[in-house]
């Protein structure tokens, strides 16, 4: 993990984008207060029905970002704001080649 947004224990607004920048070589998939974000959901994430399956399937839906594990709530997502109070955030991370070699790291912040 090379940086968690926000730091563990900041204070937020209810749209504040939430994840982490990972090493190189790394990837990973957030849980916000137990609802795991779908990978289409989040930041970077290429519209697959305007990609070829080929391209979808050779480099996925994050082709360019995936050591960039970010969500930002917005209208039609799976989370539209956070709720005021405690927001508990989960990272899986592991390595993109084989999905070996991770771990998980949690941590919370205060939503204004």
């Known amino acids: ?17 939430v994840g982490a920048d990972l090493a190189i070589g790394y990837d990973g998939r957030l849980t916000i207060n137990g609802i795991e974000i779908p990978e289409d959901q989040m930041v970077g994430a290429r519209d697959p029905a305007i990609v070829s399956p080929k391209d979808l399937q050779a480099n996925g839906l994050r082709a360019n970002n995936r050591n960039q594990v970010y969500f930002k709530p917005g209208p039609g997502k799976i989370i539209e704001k956070f709720d ?29």
């Open 84 to 112: 005021q109070g405690t927001v508990d955030i989960v990272l899986r991370y592991f390595k993109e080649s084989d999905g070996s070699q991770g771990g998980t790291v949690r941590w919370s912040i205060k939503v204004l």
């Open 1 to 17: 993990i090379v940086s968690l947004t926000p730091n563990d224990g900041a204070q937020a607004l209810r749209q504040t984008e």
